[in-house]
Nanobody, 123 residues
Framework: QVHLLESGGGLVQAGDSLKLSCAAS????????MAWFRQAPGQEREFVAS????????YYADAMKGRFTISSDNAKNMVTLEMNSLKPEDTAVYYC????????????????WGQGTQVTVSS
């Protein structure tokens, strides 16, 4: 079993930056990829970005490119998500996910999830 713990959410104003962190514990040797998803009220969980832990290779949803940056630290079993120029539409619960397989944008394909951290962007 893999356990994921997110931190760093909060209330910010439009244009601000925020950094989220996710630490994995447990059977971390089995993790191949970690990712961030987000879910706004009434909407489906949405892929944000992923990182292949052994190589650091990253992949982004098109809408996140340029403003969001995912970083990974394989030795610490951690990923971070730096979010810049935040907009009210970025308001959502942000979830960390981990998988034993290469990244996929389909949230149903990910095996492990954190509890989520709320990010609220006021206008």
């Amino acid at each position: 079993q893999v356990h994921l713990l997110e931190s760093g959410g909060g209330l910010v104003q439009a244009g601000d930056s925020l950094k989220l962190s996710c630490a994995a514990s447990g059977r971390t040797f089995s993790i191949y990829t970690m990712a961030w998803f987000r879910q706004a009220p009434g909407q489906e969980r949405e892929f944000v970005a992923s990182a292949e832990m052994s190589t650091g290779s990253t992949y982004y949803a098109d809408a996140m490119k340029g403003r969001f940056t995912i970083s990974s630290d394989n030795a610490k079993n951690m990923v971070t998500l730096e979010m810049n120029s935040l907009k009210p539409e970025d308001t959502a619960v942000y979830y960390c996910a981990a998988n034993q397989n290469p990244a996929t944008v389909a949230f149903t394909s990910w095996a492990y999830w954190g509890q989520g951290t709320q990010v609220t962007v006021s206008s």
